[in-house]
Structures are given as C-alpha cells and as structure tokens.
C-alpha cells in the first residue's frame, strides 16, 4: 500500500533559522505530490504542489520544496523562519488519475520570537 | 469566495445517539471527501463521491455513512457514535478532470462523544 512518511513529528527553530522538513513516499508511478499547512485554528491550506516539469517547486509564503525521483522525497524548505509560520504541515501524495490522497503523519512546527 | 463550509464547527453528541455533519461547497468541484483526523495523526480518508458514485475506504467501519443529494452538499451521518469516533471531521473538495488536482478544505467539525 501506498504511504507517506514525515519523520520529523515536532520540530522547534528560533527566529530566522533555516528550516527543512521531510517526506517520503512509497510508490513507483506517476505521483502529484502536495505540501498543505494547518495554522492553529485554521483549516488545511495548500503550500505548494508538484506535478510535473521543474522538480524544485516554489509556493506561497516563501516555502519551496524539491522533488528527488530517485530517493521518493519532496522535502519542504524555508531559508528563514518566521514566528508566523508556526503550523502544523502535512506532506500528501495522490497516484495519478485516481482522487485519492495519502496524508503524512505531520510535522508541528513551533518557532520561537 | 468561493469555498467549502462546515457545519456545525463542533458538534457534541451522546454515546450511540445518531449524528449528522454537512459540508457545503460553492466551488462547483465534483469529487468531494471525508476525513477523519484524530490528535498528532495524518487526516483519514473515509470515503469520497466522485459525482454521483459513492466510494467507501475498505477500512471505513459500518457506522459511518455519507450522502450527497447534489452537487454542493454532501453530508457525513455516523449511526452509532462511540466514544472512538471523537475527533476532527474534514470535508475536502477537488476537480477530476484530466489528472490529479489539489484539495480544497473546509474548517472541519469536532466531534465530542460523551
């Protein structure tokens, strides 16, 4: 079965450090890879996506992740961050031509002020 | 905006009493979800309907039901709620032609079980 691995379950940074999240995944097709964020309180919200073409993809709020075929990870990074990026951020994965979505297990990210 | 509501946010429902949560979109997308999310966990795909077609997860218990009377509604009744099923129920929504494509997320309703 297809499954998504974030191995980092909680991470804390001060302000300003570089941050780099992991995801695997386990599936040897044709995948659309997906990082969503979920601030406190808030519903999940996309950050970037990956379907095709450059596999180093840029998304909102100064987030890119970087798609590596070889070694099945998209891996979400940020060069500094802020207080406001605190969240919780879930790596998905969904088989392409199919409506299904394999969630990771999520990463808590707390920055300190 | 468009976009995909839930109602109501927090629902409390008694040991084995039937409940029912809704979820409601505007944006005219034809494959619509639902999640079962607990605490520190990845969200849970329960079932989804692709239109009209309803498809259930293998590992989806008998107790959980959905409906979807048209386009913009589609709803999540759970027949016997037991103290297990307390958690964060999300309604996603997401456009099927040609692909894969995001979803979109509603706020979610938490369910408490007393």
């Known amino acids: 079965a297809q499954s998504v691995s974030q191995h980092n379950h909680h991470v804390i940074l001060s302000e300003a450090a570089s941050l780099e999240l992991g995801c695997n995944y386990s599936?040897?097709?044709?995948?659309?890879l997906f990082w969503y964020v979920q601030y406190p309180g808030q519903h999940l919200q996309l950050l970037l996506k990956?379907?095709?073409?450059?596999?180093l993809v840029k998304g909102i709020k100064g987030f890119e992740a970087e798609f590596i075929k070889s070694k099945f990870s998209f891996n979400l990074r940020k060069p500094s961050v802020q207080w406001s990026d605190t969240a919780e951020y879930f790596c998905?994965?969904?088989?392409?031509?199919?409506?299904?979505?394999?969630f990771g297990s999520g990463t808590k990210l707390n920055v300190k002020p | 905006d468009a976009m995909v509501i839930q109602n109501p946010r927090y629902q409390v429902t008694q040991f084995g009493k039937p409940v029912t949560l809704s979820c409601s979109q505007t944006?005219?997308?034809?494959?619509m979800y639902w999640y079962q999310q607990k605490s520190s966990q990845a969200p849970k795909l329960l079932f989804h309907?692709?239109?009209?077609?309803?498809?259930n997860e293998a590992d989806t218990p008998d107790n959980f039901q959905s409906r979807r009377p048209n386009t913009s509604f589609c709803f999540l009744d759970i027949r016997s709620p037991g103290l297990g099923d307390a958690a964060m129920y999300l309604c996603?929504?997401?456009?099927?032609?040609?692909?894969?494509?995001?979803?979109?997320f509603g706020p979610g309703t938490r369910l408490t079980v007393t």
């Open positions: 998905a994965v969904i088989v392409y031509n199919f409506n299904k979505f394999y």
């Open positions: 944006l005219n997308h034809n494959v």
């Open positions: 599936y040897g097709g044709t995948v659309n």
């Open positions: 309907y692709y239109d009209k077609d309803f498809n």
């Open positions: 996603a929504t997401s456009t099927s032609s040609g692909g894969a494509h995001e979803q979109y």
């Open positions: 990956y379907f095709s073409g450059d596999p």
